[in-house]
């Protein structure tokens, strides 16, 4: 055994790493059941003049600017950071002075999750690299544990890797980027540099560079999100963008040999990274003695002031100056500085907006103002047009007004949430502009004869003890007496009610058949071949007469079926499309609740996507076709009903197949109506825990949690497997987890139903669809399409989103930790309670 090998084999079964700053070689590599403590050990501890401090695990390479990883800090270092850093080594592998450079990190695990003194880093027995807080809590983890994980090493490129006994690459952190790019490392498609929230704070914030189809696209999160920063080629399918000494590359595939595309970069003398600032700033830094910026991206496209937060919010950027709106037709003060010393933070409104006072909102006109971006919400308008639209709708915050020549025929732009605004300069941009912020009247400016207070709803009423003592005894005395009397009267118009409901329902128009409960029991014989159970009740198979097969749901008898029975008849029964299960008739015979629907031949989805049942899996073209048949269902209640229809239950089990494979949406059992004029309703859970969306947390829904649970629908049928799959490895359970992952590492293929050799023959085809799953998916609910457009999408009309969130699991809704919901707190809404056939 070589001096080398002792002393590796000493330091990775060490509980803290062996470091010194004259270290004579590097250490880049670690085995399996290593732990690191994060303490204040002299040997392995280095502060640094700028404030920051490095513990050092593992180093590679020696004499220069060489990566290291380990634990790092700034400022009053309370918390750390497991990062991969830049930091100056000398000719015996050791770290030079702390006076000569600082570590620069180029990668951090945990940016919105920091560690404190003597948490622990653990490379654990199962091969899963492991970030604990102090408190045991768990901060971070590769998620890799049964993986074949043999060891962990850094690169000479700096990518952190953990590999198997065939040094195959089963993790590595080039695939998990934070804020910034190597060079030699890949931002592929669908993944994300996102920046630092400011220069001081690490936790990732609202701006972020996203890889598409398209090319690069810098942005800022809002809803929806703003873009102020595209690079790309159209109608080519963009594969990736590489760092290497001298551009940044766009190619179309892992198989080209030179780039489509390239942003020319300084050649490197040095070491070098590219960096997305907390600003929205692209920009390359280089050791020279000392790291300097050598170049800004985006700068040499955008100028000064074309970026989201370089006044922050609502300030205006003006030759790279910041300040605030401020009225030319009123002396009031609508918006201030955040703080006086630094413009550049924003400015934040006096008074601040509240939709419960919107008849006091006005506009603080910006003549000769622009805005990063634009994006028509009505075109051929004009100004005042554009500023009706805004009032009338309480989440937008300004109304943007561009026109050429012609001031009545320009564009509106309604957006929900401000950030930097800016002078426009009208011989470079080429058009008009004008910014109307919406901003709330102040209370010297309100009419005497208007009062806002909460004073106001008590004054001048009186509340002496006396009077309120005998007025309260007074009415429960009353109270008592009226609620015997109601009471007997209800007990002896039960009866008469039930049998007023049965004549209403015959002369309700457009309603379905009627049948008795004989009827039904004849047809069902006697209720013998059950199909299935759930809901609010079980599905018998049956034949009419007229040797037409019918499914009967039979539902219990619960008060809440009994509430709004009529209601969904009526509703549910009006409506016909043919990727809905048909609703033929009914039973209300005195206590008998029955539904007829036509009968599913091939019965629900479930079976056939995940059952393993059947001799041939679904074939690649019928999987698509059910795909879009779930989708034309959705899209009619949710835009083509006079209210519009949530169905709140969608999955495999509610999705039903006829003799020709077409899909139908059934089991309306959870359901809610909602106005054409509402856009989004307050309700309790409901639902099947796997497939909620995440706002249901908030129990605020629209018919987005229905896409939502499409988009998990969409992946099963092409995994060929069950969201939750308790028979799968700990790291694989939860198809949501499994499904990012894989996304994330460019590894879509391996998603795809093994059990179907026609599907993994269609594997571009597949994955395609799969990211129409994840537009489905996004965890702001406005971030997903509406069904409509998932339609376009599937019959090639329109292309996916491009700026995709990866981050749509939600971990309550994913492990089905759902809160209990207070039924008082939810607002009844035409609820309904209609149960189709499973």
Request: hydrophobic share 35%; charged share 20%; with cysteine.
């Amino acid at each position: 055994m070589t001096f080398f090998q002792i002393f590796l084999f000493t330091y990775v079964l060490s509980s803290s790493p062996i470091f010194t700053t004259s270290q004579p070689f590097d250490y880049p590599t670690a085995t399996l059941s290593t732990s690191w403590i994060n303490s204040v050990s002299a040997n392995h501890s280095i502060d640094f003049t700028d404030g920051s401090t490095i513990r050092a695990i593992l180093l590679r390479g020696t004499f220069g600017p060489r990566y290291a990883c380990g634990f790092y800090c700034k400022g009053n270092c309370e918390t750390y950071l497991f990062a991969i850093f830049i930091v100056q080594t000398n000719s015996g592998g050791g770290i030079t002075s702390p006076s000569i450079g600082f570590p620069q990190v180029v990668w951090s695990a945990n940016p919105n999750n920091p560690v404190r003194i003597n948490s622990t880093l653990q490379l654990t027995y199962n091969g899963d690299l492991v970030l604990k807080d102090v408190d045991g809590t768990l901060a971070w983890s590769t998620n890799t544990a049964r993986r074949s994980v043999a060891g962990l090493n850094l690169t000479e490129m700096g990518n952190l890797i953990l590999f198997d006994e065939n040094e195959s690459v089963v993790w590595q952190s080039f695939d998990h980027h934070t804020d910034c790019l190597v060079p030699g490392q890949r931002l592929k498609s669908g993944q994300n540099l996102t920046a630092s929230v400011s220069s001081s704070n690490w936790t990732q914030g609202g701006i972020y560079l996203s890889m598409t189809n398209q090319g690069l696209i810098a942005s800022i999160r809002s809803n929806p999100p703003q873009v102020y920063f595209e690079y790309g080629i159209t109608n080519v399918k963009l594969s990736y963008a590489m760092f290497i000494n001298g551009s940044l590359d766009l190619y179309t595939n892992s198989t080209e040999t030179s780039p489509l595309a390239k942003i020319d970069i300084p050649p490197a003398s040095s070491a070098q990274y590219i960096k997305l600032d907390y600003d929205g700033h692209l920009k390359i830094f280089e050791w020279l003695t000392g790291w300097k910026e050598v170049a800004d991206i985006t700068t040499g496209y955008l100028g000064e002031c074309n970026y989201p937060m370089v006044c922050g919010e609502n300030g205006i950027c003006s030759n790279g100056q910041c300040s605030c709106p401020t009225s030319t037709t009123d002396s009031a003060n609508y918006f201030k500085l955040i703080d006086g010393r630094q413009p550049n933070l924003g400015c934040s409104q006096v008074i601040p907006l509240t939709c419960d006072a919107s008849k006091f909102h006005k506009f603080l006109d910006l003549d000769e103002a622009t805005y990063f971006t634009f994006t028509a919400d009505i075109s051929s308008t004009n100004i005042n047009r554009c500023k009706e639209a805004c009032l009338k709708n309480c989440s937008c915050k300004a109304a943007i007004f561009r026109y050429g020549s012609n001031s009545f025929d320009g564009d509106c732009y309604l957006p929900s949430q401000i950030f930097s605004l800016m002078n426009n300069e009208k011989d470079k941009s080429h058009y008009n502009s004008t910014i109307s912020i919406k901003v709330q009247v102040p209370p010297s400016a309100i009419p005497p004869s208007v009062d806002l207070s909460p004073a106001s709803a008590t004054k001048g009423k009186k509340s002496p003890l006396g009077a309120i003592l005998g007025s309260g005894i007074g009415i429960l005395l009353a109270t008592v007496a009226i609620g015997i009397l109601v009471f007997i009267i209800w007990k002896k118009r039960k009866n008469l009610r039930e049998e007023i409901e049965e004549d209403f329902l015959d002369q309700l128009p457009g309603m379905p058949t009627r049948f008795s409960f004989e009827d039904l029991k004849n047809a069902t014989e006697n209720f013998n071949k059950k199909l299935g159970e759930g809901g609010f009740g079980s599905v018998f198979q049956g034949t009419l007469k007229d040797g037409t097969e019918i499914a009967v749901k039979c539902l219990d008898e619960m008060g809440q079926v009994k509430k709004s029975f009529l209601a969904e008849v009526e509703t549910i029964g009006s409506i016909h499309h043919v990727n809905l299960v048909r609703l033929i008739g009914f039973c209300a015979d005195k206590s008998h609740r029955h539904l007829v629907y036509e009968y599913m031949k091939n019965g629900s989805l479930d079976k056939w996507i995940y059952g393993r049942t059947t001799a041939t899996p679904l074939d690649w073209k019928r999987r698509k076709k059910i795909i879009l048949d779930i989708a034309r269902g959705l899209s009619y209640l949710h835009e083509e009903c006079r209210q519009k229809i949530v169905h709140l239950d969608i999955k495999p089990q509610n999705i039903l197949l006829d003799e020709n494979f077409n899909a139908k949406l059934s089991d309306f059992g959870l359901s809610k109506l909602i106005d054409r004029n509402q856009s989004q309703v307050v309700t309790n859970m409901r639902g099947t825990p796997g497939y909620l969306a995440p706002e249901w947390l908030s129990s605020v829904i629209t018919e987005k949690v229905d896409v939502y649970s499409f988009g998990i629908v969409i992946l099963e049928i092409l995994c060929g497997r069950r969201n939750f799959e308790k028979s799968e490895p700990e790291e694989e359970r939860h198809l949501l987890s499994l499904f990012k992952t894989k996304a994330q590492n460019g590894q879509w293929l391996d998603l795809i139903d093994k059990h179907s050799e026609d599907m993994q023959s269609h594997g571009g085809e597949v994955v395609e669809m799969m990211q129409v799953a994840v537009w489905c998916l996004q965890g702001y609910y406005a971030n997903r399409p509406s069904m409509s457009t998932v339609i376009k999408v599937l019959e090639g009309v329109k292309d996916v989103e491009k700026d995709l969130d990866y981050n749509f699991v939600s971990p309550e809704i994913a492990t089905n930790r759902i809160p209990e919901v207070d039924s008082r707190d939810a607002t009844p809404l035409l609820p309904s309670t209609l149960s189709g056939p499973r």
